[in-house]
């Protein structure tokens, strides 16, 4: 009784830090949506909506959407599927913001809840156990990728819970245990194929830290009994999602494409870890996307110096050793993973000898398959955290008695400077921003046909704002998950000219325009089937929305006008 009282407690808790950490979207959860409306929460919000929209209409999940890239289209696997199908009766009920919300409370409780399950094993203590819980669920990275609005990387409670699950099942091997650790990997790959893949490496990490500092703790012929009958529950979870995911990624019409040329751009140019980052507090990003290239997108991989030095502590004072090799040697392996192929620090790449100082990613990267494919090292921060958080508690323990204060009060007031530091000194915004979800009336009103929104230059993340309102009116767009500016749209003559205007810094329109061209290209627009361009004139200065709208009301006469926009009917 006692220990389900406990657990009850946690989870109370948990519930409580995930409404701080995601305050006050709580308070309007149909309208708004967490996240940055310049990131990929208009993208992910579309992915809960299209799954929903293939179950509801076809009864299954659909593989290939000729919604985008219209008219095209093309094979997508959305890459929060997980969450978007348990999230599903949330969204039939109250609609796709409030299932996108629910997905992100539920993240932050679980990644407190999960993180809570470990620590109390390890520190044998249910209040120590929120040091390392708050650590992980109020991370700077984890707050910063739902400002990002990744709504499965924040998500990432199942790397403790799985952990748990393989300290328990090396402690005592059972099948039910084996059972439990299968099942828990599995949906730690199912949910976040990255956190999948840091499951397994921690699990090499935890493995031979046992055989070589404790080895006589372990049955290991029971143990491997069991771990072969919990990794055939994994395979049979997980090799059909992963191969649906490798079939999309494949497919000649794939809409999201992880060749490994750009996977090794990103890498060098676009996702890159700053060493300092790890270490510097306040709002200042390196490298910063938005200087770099127009994004709101932030890296943010601050470890919190709190933390830090309770760690410190925890290596100074605690023993035996033993309890803080393992968690030391997490933090450290996934610390320097976290920084990707080659040594970056206070902005640019360290060299030697005019060579780039290589880490070892960049091993891996080469010699697995895995690797290859992993464009955001700086995700390898999530389990680092996991090893900072253990060894911080170790630290409140050792200060707790050196000090003769009850665990609760020591937990208390080391859990209350962490996150102060985290929500006010660290690099990661909070509060937390959000999207307006409200949708222009006008699209309900159109049927029949594909819908060119306009303007057509806004930066990709900021005009996925139209795959949202897609969600209103289910018609095709020429705009996919990655295109700048869609290869049929430049080559239109009308289209074409309108990306001209919107990319000119002239004021004024030329005195001559190429009217026959103008109609041609409306004409094709036609014939493609479109039947609705839409202007976002709030999305334009004055003078280019007026050229632009000159252009298309000589063109389709007097635009529908409400909410903002300017509806013209082809």
């Known amino acids: 009784m006692s220990a389900r009282r406990d657990v009850l407690t946690a989870a109370g808790i948990a519930l409580a830090l995930a409404l701080l950490l995601t305050w006050p979207v709580v308070l309007d959860p149909f309208d708004s949506m967490i996240g940055h409306p310049g990131n ?25 959407t000729d919604l985008l890239n219209y008219p095209d289209g093309g094979s ?38 999960g993180a809570w399950l470990l620590g109390r094993y390890v520190l044998r203590d249910k ?39 393989l300290l328990r099942l090396m402690d005592r091997p ?3 245990r084996a059972a439990l650790l299968g099942a828990a990997l599995a949906i730690c790959s199912i949910s976040n194929f990255y956190y999948g893949l840091f499951g397994v490496v921690a699990s090499v990490i ?31 979870m997980v090799l059909p999602v992963l191969q649906a995911l490798q079939s999309s990624i494949d497919a000649a019409d794939a809409m999201v494409n992880r060749d490994p040329e750009f996977v090794w751009e990103s890498l ?78 206070g902005g640019d790449y360290l060299r030697y000898e005019g060579q780039r100082v290589p880490l070892p990613f960049l091993v ?38 050196r000090f003769t204060l009850d665990s609760r009060i020591a937990a208390g007031g080391a859990t209350a400077l962490i996150l102060v530091e985290l929500l006010a000194l660290s690099p990661a915004p909070w509060p937390l921003p959000r999207c307006d979800a409200e949708i222009p009336a006008v699209y309900a009103e159109l049927s029949g046909g594909a819908v060119l929104d306009l303007p057509i230059t806004v930066p990709n993340l900021e005009r996925a704002v139209y795959t949202w309102y897609q969600t209103s009116h289910g018609l095709p767009s020429p ?37 026959l061209e103008l109609v041609a290209g409306a004409h094709m627009l036609r014939a493609q089937g479109y039947r609705f361009i839409v202007v976002h004139e709030a999305l334009y200065p004055d003078s280019k929305r007026d050229h632009v709208t000159a252009i298309l009301d000589g063109l389709f006469g007097e635009p529908q006008r409400g909410d903002g926009v300017a509806v013209y009917h082809l």
């Open 40 to 64: 990929d929460t208009w993208n992910h919000a579309w992915g809960y909506w299209w799954l929903l929209d293939g179950v509801v209409s076809n009864g299954a999940l659909p593989s290939h």
């Open 76 to 113: 997508l696997f959305f890459i929060d599927a997980f969450n978007a199908i348990w999230s599903m009766p949330l969204a039939i009920a109250g609609g796709v913001p409030l299932a996108v919300n629910a997905v992100v409370i539920a993240g932050f409780f679980w990644n407190a809840f």
């Open 127 to 165: 209040w120590l156990a929120w040091v390392p819980a708050v650590i992980f669920a109020s991370s700077a990275h984890l707050l910063g990728q739902t400002y990002n609005g990744i709504t499965e990387t924040s998500n990432a409670g199942w790397i403790p819970f799985y952990l748990w699950t």
């Open 174 to 176: 059972t099948w039910k």
């Open 206 to 236: 935890f493995v031979l830290h046992r055989l070589i500092r404790e080895p006589r703790r372990v049955l290991w012929w029971r143990f491997a009994v069991a771990t072969i009958g919990g990794a055939v529950l994994y395979a049979a």
């Open 268 to 345: 060098l140019n676009h996702n890159i870890t700053d060493l300092v980052s790890m270490f510097r507090p306040g709002r200042v990003y390196s490298p910063d996307l938005k200087a770099e290239y127009g994004e709101d997108l932030l890296i943010i991989v601050y470890l919190g110096w709190t933390a830090l030095v309770l760690a410190v502590v925890g290596l100074w004072q605690h023993r035996p050793r033993r309890d803080l090799s393992l968690w030391l040697a997490m933090l450290v392996i996934f610390a320097v993973f976290a920084l990707g192929p080659f040594l970056y620090v």
């Open 364 to 401: 891996f990267f080469k010699a697995f398959p895995l690797f290859e494919r992993i464009s955001h090292p700086f995700r390898f921060v999530v389990p680092a955290t996991i090893g900072l958080g253990m060894l911080a508690g170790f630290g409140v323990k050792e200060l707790g008695r």
């Open 479 to 515: 705009y996919g998950l990655n295109d700048p500016i869609p290869a049929p749209l430049a080559a239109n003559p009308l289209t074409g000219l309108l990306v001209q205007v919107e990319a000119s810094r002239t004021g004024s329109l030329p005195h001559l325009l190429p009217d």
